[in-house]
């Protein structure tokens, strides 16, 4: 059966569209209706997720209190904002919005480590979207400083807090990533 184009109108991306996508070795988002493509990530930038990751998932996924996925991994926050986040965090009692592809929902948790090429796509575009969206809690690392930022959902504004040492979650399980031992 032959392959059918889906080539949306400047705005118009979404999930099928970006599905449709073939693949060429980067990462794809939608933010907002538009395609956007990133590199793939430096192998220090790797490192850090590596390490955050590991952290996370023996407080969360060894206790059976939820998930935690590295990328790539699709998270559908809307039918028109599909996003790459570095890490994602599922508690025990959200785990239905993750299907056989791709979490279609609102994640507890995600995480994105700054590019050096972009940082305004993570501290701007996405911190807008993730907002919108209603995502409870998102972390921003910075690679270069060692230091994570912590935004905090509230009254359906971000609230933000600045950790070098050690951060821990705002909701259940409540897990703390000693940041020492990221660097």
Do not use: C
Request: net charge negative; hydrophobic share 40%; aromatic share 8%.
């Amino acid at each position: 059966m032959p392959r059918i184009e889906h080539k949306p109108l400047y705005g118009g991306w979404d999930y099928a569209a970006y599905a449709a996508i073939p693949y060429d070795g980067k990462r794809h988002e939608i933010l907002d209706g538009d395609q956007l493509a990133n590199p793939t990530p430096n192998l220090y930038h790797q490192e850090l997720s590596r390490h955050i990751k590991f952290q996370l998932y023996t407080q969360i996924e060894l206790q059976e209190l939820g998930v935690v996925i590295n990328a790539p991994v699709d998270v559908q926050l809307s039918e028109r904002n599909i996003v790459q986040p570095d890490l994602v965090v599922i508690t025990k009692q959200r785990r239905h919005i993750m299907t056989p592809i791709k979490v279609k929902g609102i994640p507890d948790l995600l995480v994105e480590i700054l590019s050096p090429l972009n940082p305004d796509h993570d501290l701007v575009t996405k911190r807008r979207v993730y907002e919108a969206h209603q995502v409870p809690e998102y972390w921003i690392v910075y690679p270069e400083e060692h230091r994570v930022l912590q935004l905090i959902l509230v009254d359906g504004r971000y609230n933000e807090q600045e950790f070098t040492d050690a951060i821990t979650m705002s909701v259940e399980p409540n897990a703390t990533v000693d940041l020492t031992k990221v660097w």
